[in-house]
């Protein structure tokens, strides 16, 4: 279940232009984000705790929303990895696994497809020890037919 | 196309115990969420501009997470306005419209099915003229059988 | 929770030319689809029993895949009613809330959003009695940035 | 990206098994499913072209509510090589991105989580020379806590 077109691209970011790009929104500043690798057409992210993240303060467990977040961004950025044609995020889909209740989280995307007018990527948010704690997809709108710009 | 069961409950949270449930969450806290309106199985919410949530600062636009936290927390409390056996969120899936870039941000959520292990509730994020941005669904873990407690 | 442009569109699809357009497709014919009505940007359609259709025999309950053709299809209709620019299925998401275990079976689909790249329909499946069975939504591309051809 | 538990379960169905009680369902019967293979987590199903599946006769291509078919069963079965406690489907996304023009098709499931009340599984259609034309996932209800009876 390998996804298409693996191969690195010249037209995408990478290294310290990737962090760069990630870190201009001022929500992925806030949520700390830091770029750990990428290979093969898979972003590793990870994110510290915070406790504005929390949602139930008594276990305490990190926000849905957030974890949808890391699901939403990290899609995005390996594809950026891949190509800088993609525009923005169409649609997002998310399936919690178990509670989320220490930090960093890692988060690790791969692509799906890449195509002219959607590109899709699946992604995975992981405790500190490896425990799948939610996964998703994103589908994300290209620029001009998908062509790198 | 009316959600099942729309009419009030007395086991589910109403008026200033809602508020007060809904801002035990320091995620909900930090978004500045405000029960707006509960009438027959629909919930109102709104959260206010704040710069933290942009997610590219040239249009600026709020992050996708962010949307999708608003559409994941409204249909989880929209549940809660008729009962209180819901647990937690099972699975998100949301569709970006338009780009959300101004507030505060409008939240309508209405339960779609009360059920003993899954519920689902519909919701939409409109801007402060009306205009739909975003919408989605969650589906929701019930406690117990989903008998209220 | 109104869709947006809820008007009737002389762009789209109606009557005769409606049911005509639908049975085109081998698959909805074998599905044996018909319409019932059509009304401010809502779509009835239903659909008979037939035993091919059966995924448990010792209850009998439709497949699942039978379930998301019927929200598929009546997605995309309902957005034919109001633009001829729609083209192909880009997303599907369903839930299940019941067995369905008995026919003809109802759904209902709405638009919920018309765009220049995707546009975004709800629809519900509901028993001969009215109980909502699954809902749903698909998201569709659309043909030359959605303009009716 | 490696699905949880990944090993081979004594719980599971297995070979002639698995076969038979794909083909105990009526609609698995008319799609004419074959088990390819299953091996550590992953099952790989094949289903032949039949006139019916058609929803454009003009290409001709593939309904998409018979792929969203194969990635709900393929889901389920895949589950049910692990645990028998599976018992129905909860909730279905797909992501069309070709059009599935020829057969037979080629379904390949692996296993995203094994949990007590929900289950997922990821999915992927592929054309008869291995072009990715959708994917998806499906989580599954579980009968019993999840434990295999």
């Known amino acids: 279940m390998v996804g298409e077109n693996p191969s690195a691209s010249p037209d995408g970011l990478a290294g310290a ?8 929104a001022p929500f992925h500043a806030w949520l700390g984000l830091r770029v750990e690798d990428v290979n093969d ?12 993240i929390v949602s139930n303060p008594r276990i305490p467990s990190v926000h849905g929303g957030v974890l949808a977040s890391l699901i939403d961004l990290a899609g995005m950025y390996v594809l950026l990895t891949r190509t800088r044609a993609v525009s923005a995020t ?60």
Chains 1, 2, 3, 4 share one sequence.
């Open 17 to 24: 232009a990737l962090q760069s790009a990630l870190s201009i």
């Open 41 to 52: 057409g898979v972003l590793h992210l990870s994110m510290p705790w915070r406790d504005e």
């Open 90 to 149: 169409a649609s997002l889909h998310v399936d919690y696994h178990r509670p989320a209740s220490g930090g960093p989280l890692h988060v690790h995307a791969r692509v799906v497809k890449i195509g002219r007018t959607l590109s899709v990527a699946d992604s995975e948010v992981r405790s500190p020890d490896g425990v799948l704690l939610a996964s998703g997809r994103g589908s994300y709108l290209m620029r001009d037919g998908g062509i790198a710009a």
